[in-house]
């Protein structure tokens, strides 16, 4: 029976698939191996018994065997201690299970071989993959995340989660609904309802994270499933990515087409309004010239005036914002513009505020269109008036800053508070009631000014007043004394043919050039004009609107130049930038006249082109 159970139990030992070995414990001789220790350790069973293994190539790290024998020695069960071993074949890992027995008096060491090689390398390959995995998530700009099905669990969060969100990951960690408190509570409940369906391949969504210190993210999230093998949804990852750029680049896109639209209407508008302003700037203009100095009838005329000066300054607003006025920049003494504008600007704001002006001496010149300039003191005028409404000071004062010259323009009313002066130069934008402010004044101050190559700040406190200051280039080259001459010798007795589709405002012009001596012809349009002409060749000036129905004001000039070469022509409109683009035409030729113009300018320069003061188209 003994005998039976021995030769089992060595059966059992050799025919183990893990590999098997007894060793003395006094000289670490091997005194049994099964097959598979054979294998794993590339031995012949004659070779090893009554050896040490490293007699015979298998070699243990430097004192593993010693150590471990001390132990077994010492009563002390070895498990699973991972050792690394060589053989003939190569390095090899080892998992080994060592206890002391006592056989036939002789005290042996039992130990059981696990092969972990592949498995320890599998693993450090995962590793591997997983950090260089980690490393890639953990410098992407995108939040990304896994979790349990359940959304309960959080088994990954990249580090940039705290830049994005504002709070730790180690609390995502510990909660894995934490990142909710972030959330705008305008969109806390929709998200805390965000997850996938059954059958949902992706969900993506997009909500506002507020940061500690209150500022706003845009967040885009975007979850996906996880399934095994059988389909069974086992994760679900998540990207969040920071879209706040993207959302403010596409509403500056929508702003931007919106203004587009808006400028298109704004232009076309203020084109038609110009030719009215054009009739009544004619008429009141002549109107006023035969009325008695300190009569009503002459205080109407000049508010009259004023009002047209303010339209005028309307539709050069809308003409700028639509980027349809025509710029024509002169050199000019700023002391002068200011002193010339005053009189203007007093009768805009009110005698209940003061005007005061600080002109500094030996100013140095500046390059800007006279007519935007006059602009930008009218709205700044404007605005300080409605800061102003129980009166106050308006202060203007020029000096030398380096380079630059400065307008500074100062009021003493309610001021703005900060998120006001922030965005005070942003297109229709505006604190005032509806009917009171379109918000395009300051905006069209700042094309202005920038596109005179100049700057300009705010300085402005609630209750402290307001303080503009314009900086513009200087110029070494000498003022344009002609730009400041507002009436000048315009009279005289030549042919002049007036050519509008516009009946007022031909009616209105050749009636200002008639008082003053012209002989005036009209014509409605260009076959109208050429017929006048061959009727008439001693015409000396053709005075025609740019753009006009069929046959254009600069194709009737070539048409006319080719059968009366001496011809000169001055042209007109409210609305030309389409028309000085397409056929080259330049207002620094002195052949341009925008609309509205007073008669007296209007006679002015048709006086200069008649006379060759002017370089003609």
């Known amino acids: 029976m003994w005998g039976r159970k021995v030769i089992g139990l060595a059966e059992l030992f050799d025919n183990s698939p893990v590999a098997k070995g007894l060793s003395r414990l006094d000289d670490g001789t091997v005194i049994a191996a099964n097959a598979a ?20 190539g298998i070699h243990t790290a430097a004192g593993r065997r010693e150590e471990i024998f ?35 008096g002789v005290k042996v060491a039992m130990t059981t071989f696990v092969d972990v090689t592949e498995r320890n390398r599998d693993r450090r390959r995962a590793l591997e993959t997983e950090e260089r995995l980690r490393q890639v998530t953990d410098n992407l700009q995108e939040v990304i995340w896994l979790t349990d099905p359940e959304n309960t669990e959080i088994f990954y969060i990249s580090p940039v989660y705290e830049r994005v969100f504002g709070r730790s990951c180690a609390g995502l960690y510990a909660d894995a609904r934490d990142w909710l408190a972030a959330v705008h509570p305008e969109d806390r409940d929709r998200m805390s309802r965000f997850s996938l369906g059954p059958d949902d391949p992706r969900k993506t969504e997009q909500y506002r994270v507020v940061l ?44 931007t087409q919106k203004l587009e639209s808006l400028g298109l209407l704004a232009g076309g508008v203020a084109h038609d309004f110009n030719n009215v302003l054009a009739v009544i700037n004619s008429n009141i203009a002549l109107l006023g010239e035969s009325v008695a100095k300190g009569t009503l009838e002459q205080e109407l005329v000049e508010e009259i005036e004023t009002a047209v000066t303010r339209a005028t300054g309307l539709t050069r607003q809308l003409l700028a914002f639509s980027r349809k006025q025509v710029v024509e920049p002169v050199i000019l003494d700023l002391n002068t513009a200011v002193k010339d504008t005053r009189k203007m600007l007093r009768r805009m704001i009110g005698d209940d505020i003061v005007i005061t002006t600080s002109l500094e001496n030996e100013l140095a010149a500046v390059k800007i269109d006279p007519g935007y300039l006059v602009q930008v003191l009218m709205n700044l005028a404007v605005n300080a008036r409605d800061a102003m409404p129980r009166g106050g000071s308006f202060a203007l004062t020029t000096r030398n800053v380096g380079r630059d010259v400065l307008l500074e323009i100062t009021d003493s009313g309610t001021g703005m508070p900060p998120e006001v002066v922030r965005r005070a130069f942003e297109p229709f934008f505006t604190t005032k009631s509806v009917g009171r402010g379109t918000g395009l004044g300051l905006s069209v101050v700042l094309g202005i000014i920038q596109q005179a ?63 003053r001596g012209y002989a005036v012809l009209e014509a409605r349009d260009a076959q109208d004009a050429l017929a006048r002409l061959r009727e008439h060749p001693d015409i000396k000036l053709l005075l025609t609107d740019v753009m006009m129905p069929g046959t254009d004001g600069c194709q009737l000039a070539a048409l006319a130049r080719a059968e009366h070469p001496g011809l000169k022509v001055l042209f007109t409109s409210g609305y030309t930038d389409e028309a000085l683009t397409h056929h080259g035409l330049r207002p620094a030729d002195g052949s341009f006249l925008e609309k509205p113009y007073p008669p007296h300018v209007l006679a002015g320069r048709v006086r200069q082109i008649i006379d060759g003061n002017a370089k003609l188209v």
């Not at 294998?39 to 007699?55: A, S, Y």
């Not at 498990?79 to 998992?95: F, K, W």
């Not at 059988?230 to 879209?243: E, M, N, P, S």
Request: with cysteine; net charge negative; aromatic share 4%.
């Open 37 to 56: 220790y054979l294998r794993l350790f590339h031995v012949e069973r004659d070779q090893i018994i009554g050896k040490r293994p490293d007699e015979v």
């Open 453 to 515: 190559g100049g700057r300009i700040e705010i300085e402005s406190e609630l209750g402290s007043g307001t303080t503009f200051r314009i900086y513009l280039p200087a110029t070494d080259q000498p003022v344009d004394r002609a730009c400041n001459v507002t009436r000048i010798a315009s009279s005289g007795n030549e042919r002049i043919l007036i050519v509008d589709d516009d009946p007022f405002v031909r009616a209105s012009a050749g009636r200002s050039l008639r008082a």
């Open 212 to 255: 500690p210190g209150g500022r706003i993210r845009e967040v885009e999230v975007s979850i996906v499933p996880v399934r095994d093998a059988g389909g069974k949804l086992i994760r679900i990852a998540g990207v969040a990515l920071d879209i706040t750029e993207r959302v403010a680049l596409e509403e500056q896109l929508r702003q």
């Open 70 to 104: 001390a132990r077994v020695r010492a009563g002390e069960a070895v498990e699973g201690d991972e050792v690394r071993m060589t053989t003939s074949e190569g390095a090899l890992e080892i998992l080994i299970w060592t206890l002391g027995a006592e056989l036939d």
